[in-house]
T-cell receptor, first 111, second 115 residues
Framework: GQQLNQSPQSMFIQEGEDVSMNCTSS?????WLWYKQDPGEGPVLLIA?????ELTSNGRLTAQFGITRKDSFLNISASIPSDVGIYFC???????????FGKGTSLLVTP | GAVVSQHPSWVICKSGTSVKIECRSL??????MFWYRQFPKQSLMLMAT?????????EQGVEKDKFLINHASLTLSTLTVTSAHPEDSSFYIC???????????FGEGSRLTVL
């Protein structure tokens, strides 16, 4: 499967700052997802988006499914040290299909 | 959400030996399981898709004779790395899809180190 274009590759910010990362694809996906992965662990789902144009929040996290179905962004507001980790976007053609992952955004938050 | 468990969480083996990694869905029936490989500081790359009771479908560039996948039941899939070499050292992660669930569920991952 194709690998999605995710940016930025890494971010180094201060606690309290807002963070934004995005993901683009050359092809359409019907589901966009955002995951966080801590070292040595599997990815954990943060937000799932099922409809083009959908804007969904989960606490301090907000994500949107682009209307073209080829992109998505994730915002983290008021970052805290425990937000540190690697964030991956993923696109899925349909339920039951494998996920195509982005290259990841490494987030470092200093107190 | 549903739970997917992998075992072992880490394994160290000598070059040339075979290693089996198990992926279990603990509280749902996984009709489809996916195996991913993740090298350090890289993304998850799909290796193969397995449906219960049928042969796995491998992604381009993944050797089916080296990475044997068995999905004999609705709750268990296994990945066997045969004749492992140091370049097979990686983090292997499974995910499962089940009827009635819209999302995929990921295991905790298994770190393989081949000496």
């Amino acid at each position: 499967g194709q690998q999605l274009n995710q940016s930025p590759q890494s971010m180094f910010i201060q606690e309290g700052e807002d963070v934004s990362m995005n993901c683009t694809s050359s092809s359409i996906f019907n589901t966009w997802l955002w995951y966080k992965q801590d070292p040595g662990e599997g990815p954990v789902l943060l937000i799932a988006l099922y409809k083009a144009g959908e804007l969904t929040s989960n606490g301090r996290l907000t994500a949107q499914f682009g209307i073209t179905r080829k992109d998505s962004f994730l915002n983290i507001s008021a970052s805290i040290p425990s937000d540190v980790g690697i964030y991956f976007c993923a696109g899925q053609l349909a339920s039951g299909y494998a996920l195509n992952f982005g290259k990841g955004t490494s987030l470092l938050v200093t107190p | 959400g549903a739970v997917v468990s992998q075992h072992p969480s880490w394994v160290i083996c000598k070059s040339g030996t075979s290693v089996k990694i198990e992926c279990r869905s603990l509280d749902f029936q996984a009709t489809t399981m996916f195996w991913y490989r993740q090298f350090p500081k890289q993304s998850l790359m799909l290796m193969a898709t397995s449906n219960e009771g049928s042969k796995a479908t491998y992604e381009q560039g993944v050797e089916k004779d080296k990475f044997l996948i068995n999905h004999a039941s609705l709750t268990l899939s296994t990945l066997t790395v045969t004749s492992a070499h140091p370049e097979d050292s990686s983090f292997y992660i499974c995910s499962a899809s089940g009827a009635g669930y819209q999302e995929l569920f990921f295991g905790e991952g298994s770190r393989l180190t081949v000496l």
